[in-house]
């Protein structure tokens, strides 16, 4: 069992940063590959970004490219997903989660979910 929890969500003016943090604790929690998503009111949980267990690759969805990076520190468990550029339409609810094996753009290949933070932009 891997838990997640995610800080570092806010309110945030339209061409603001945040930058959002997931601790991972469990066994071989470093093991994982990593994925940020989000949902907005009434939405689907999108894709927003991974990245492999090594951090040697990195996959992000079009309308975040270019905006947000996503990174990973192994020896402290943590990943995170620098946002700049923000947008009103990214508040949503941000989540994180680990995918031992599997596609890291599908969210039904996830094995373990964080609670969620939220991330509010405002016009």
């Known amino acids: 069992q891997v838990q997640l929890v995610e800080s570092g969500g806010g309110l945030v003016q339209a061409g603001g940063s945040l930058r959002l943090s997931c601790a991972a604790s469990g066994p071989s929690a470093s093991s994982y590959a990593m994925g940020w998503f989000f949902q907005a009111p009434g939405k689907e949980r999108e894709f927003v970004a991974a990245?492999?267990?090594?951090?040697?690759?990195?996959y992000y969805a079009d309308s975040v490219k270019g905006r947000f990076t996503i990174s990973r520190d192994n020896a402290k468990n943590t990943v995170y997903l620098q946002m700049n550029s923000l947008k009103p339409e990214d508040t949503a609810v941000y989540y994180c989660?680990?995918?031992?094996?599997?596609?890291?753009?599908?969210?039904?290949?996830?094995?373990?979910w964080g609670q969620g933070i939220q991330v509010t932009v405002s016009s």
């Open positions: 990245i492999s267990w090594s951090g040697g690759n990195t």
């Open positions: 989660a680990a995918v031992l094996a599997g596609k890291p753009r599908a969210k039904d290949e996830y094995d373990f």
